[in-house]
């Protein structure tokens, strides 16, 4: 579901069942990553992983069980070897997580149903800014005023409009 590289020859890909996938040689090669299990002690289904160097990194996930169910609730794991051990550093048990971007390894953002969260702190405590009806699928900070994000608003019935929200004020 997502990836990254930091230069020419490190990167990283994501998705379900808890697969982190790492290569040193431009993409010729990859090894898997051991990310710790989700509470519910299924995997995760990675929406979005973001380094900010080759050895410091986060992953969000939400929590799967069964044949790829999803249910509600995320985590935000953190790196600082380049994904060989991982600390999970925020879990949220009311919230369906879409896409998450950091700035820097201190300020990063998570779009959710309903809500945009906001870490000052590496990812260690998070404050929301509510969206009503509108569930945010994607986030893109270019510095720490200036971003963007896209999700769709809701009736109760079904989608009825895409939105796209920018912000030049942190």
């Not at 002690?41 to 990194?57: A, E, M, P, V």
């Not at 699928?137 to 989608?159: D, K, M, Q, R, W």
Request: charged share 15%; aromatic share 14%; hydrophobic share 30%.
């Amino acid at each position: 579901y997502s990836s990254q590289f930091t230069g020419e020859d490190t990167g990283w890909i994501a998705g379900r069942k808890n697969k982190i996938l790492k290569t040193t040689n431009s993409g010729n090669s990859w090894f898997a990553l051991n990310p710790p299990v989700s509470p519910n002690g299924s995997g995760h289904i990675f929406r979005s992983i973001n380094f900010k160097n080759s050895l410091t990194g986060f992953i969000m996930g939400n929590w799967e069980y069964g044949a790829g169910n999803v249910i509600y609730g995320h985590e935000v794991l953190k790196t600082t070897d380049g994904g060989d051990n991982w600390v999970t550093i925020y879990t949220r048990y009311d919230l369906h997580a879409n896409d998450m971007n950091f700035v820097d390894s201190s300020v990063g953002y998570i779009a959710t149903d309903k809500f945009l969260l906001k870490t000052i702190n590496g990812g260690h405590n998070w404050s929301s800014t509510p969206f009503g009806n509108v569930n945010l699928y994607g986030v893109n900070f270019l510095n720490i005023s200036t971003g963007y994000a896209v999700g769709e608003s809701f009736n109760g019935f079904g989608p009825l409009n895409g939105m796209i929200y920018k912000t030049t004020n942190e």
